[in-house]
């Protein structure tokens, strides 16, 4: 009903009503503290309080479909600081492939990514390929694994411990607090698959990271210890050395019980 609610309107009743918003406006009542994502832990920072972000990514999630009850396609801008990591932007809307594409290539352009990811299912397996073939861009396809609320409950601990920060006069904050709390009984969930994708490439361990990698490190860099030369044998020939052996360090005694029962160092 634009001619009684304006987007205008809509946007300070959204303010002014938080998360009774969806209740009242959209029929669409929720738990206001939020099912697998409570509101209250989400840090909200001023704009001259944006941190320092030592990596930046793009996380796309990409919709099949252009009809208003289709899912939205949802682009989200994640950055890794010292206290956790900050969402600086927040795309959503129904787009068709020539616009994903247009997005996409604005986003690395203004936010300088280390690498932008796309969900390899729907149109943006299209997408990755077009985009790996006709640009320079650092992109990585990612294939879900299990479902959508395993995957969510992957990253709560650090949505509960106070890491995700988001800047509070966003213009998109109402709509991704709203979707994020009603989370998984909300009419969309886009936004959540996008972040999600985001929050979990940021918090693996990547090749070379993680304990275990550091284990198989410290194995490779260690030296054998040098043992004294047998003194020569009467008829001149070497002597036959069978060598002691040697003890097996703490590491590669973890390493070894590890592997041993499948453990691998992997990235998403």
Known sequence: FPARFPEAVLAQERLRLGGSYSGQYQQQPRDISGAVFKGEHLVLLEQNAVP?????IVSLDCAFKLKESS???????LAKFDRGIMILDL???????????????????????????IEDAASGQSLVQSLQQETALAIKAVKPDGDKVARAHTITALWESHRV???????????FLDEMCSFPKGAHDD??????????YMTQPKPGEGLLEFYRL???????PKTAAAPPSSDGTEP?????????????????AATARGAVVRDI
Do not use: M
């Not at 899912?71 to 801008?77: I, N, Q, S, Y």
């Not at 410290?218 to 054998?224: F, K, R």
């Open 71 to 77: 899912d939205f396609t949802v682009a989200a801008v």
């Open 165 to 175: 920060h988001a800047p509070r006069d966003a213009p998109w904050l109402p709509v």
């Open 218 to 224: 410290q194995i490779a860099g260690q030296q054998a």
């Open 191 to 200: 936004i959540v698959d996008a972040v999600v994708q985001g929050l979990r």
């Open 240 to 256: 036959l050395v069978s060598p002691l052996p040697q003890p097996v360090s703490r590491a590669e005694r973890f390493w070894n």
């Open 91 to 117: 795309i959503r809307g129904r787009f068709a492939y020539p616009q994903l594409k247009q997005i996409a290539t604005e986003l690395a352009a203004k936010w300088q990514p280390s690498v932008t990811l």
């Open 52 to 56: 320092e972000c030592s990596e930046i």
